[in-house]
């Protein structure tokens, strides 16, 4: 056998089992974003920007917090549209996948009453929910709705992508709170530590790449994102 063929065979087993890794990444990551948000919830101590509006939004509608999340992700998503960006598998997955492993989670974890109890919960939410994001991002399977909102206006406007974050979530937290949403030391907590954790664990779950037997990060629009608020 020649050796361009055992090299072209070698490569094409790489890179099947590199897609599989970043499948399983993804799938897990976004199952795991869903669990964590559901912590959050169940803590009772404040959630994500996000969760905020979602948690305000679903006590009016009378729906879960999960299927609003799915609601308000397919909205945002339309807003790409006119901002000309391209969605990928890991896009619309986000939008389903984490409402739907949220409302399992929801359905599944029991309610806690206790200080003892609901610090942990909210502790664990939060670094889950920086595992999970690593654990997609590095998938690089494209940018979930919300962050493919902060990129495409930073594009469009020119503004900064940390004025563009904070102004968005800023504007849900505010209409999630008076909407009834939760927020507290989770949020605060939330906010000052999502960057770090995401950046350590998008080290650890990078994908290697086997042309030069390095390691990969998504360096798409979505890490901008989250990692620099």
Do not use: C
């Amino acid at each position: 056998m020649k050796q361009s063929t055992i090299t072209s065979r070698g490569y094409f087993l790489s890179t099947r089992g590199r897609l599989g890794r970043r499948l399983v990444q993804l799938y897990a990551g976004l199952t795991l974003y869903g669990v964590s948000s559901g912590l959050l919830v169940e803590a009772g101590l404040g959630l994500e920007p996000w969760g905020v509006l979602h948690q305000g939004l679903a006590g009016h509608v009378g729906l879960s917090i999960g299927t609003m999340s799915i609601i308000v992700g397919a909205a945002v998503l339309l807003l790409w549209i006119p901002l000309r960006q391209r969605p990928g598998l890991g896009t619309v997955s986000n939008v389903f996948v984490i409402g739907l492993a949220m409302n399992a989670t929801l359905a599944l974890v029991p309610g806690a009453h206790a200080f003892a109890v609901r610090i942990p919960l909210m502790a664990a939410g939060i670094v889950l929910n920086g595992a999970a994001t690593g654990l997609y991002i590095a998938a690089s399977f494209g940018p979930g709705p919300r962050d493919g909102l902060m990129t495409g206006l930073h594009r469009r406007t020119g503004r900064s992508i940390r004025l563009i974050r904070t102004a968005i979530e800023v504007a849900v937290v505010v209409t999630g709170f008076a909407l009834g949403g939760t927020v507290g030391v989770g949020t605060v907590l939330y906010a000052v530590s999502i960057g770090p954790l995401a950046q350590l664990f998008l080290k650890v779950f990078a994908v290697p790449v086997a042309s030069q037997g390095s390691t990969v990060v998504a360096k798409g629009s979505s890490e901008r994102a989250i990692l620099r608020p």
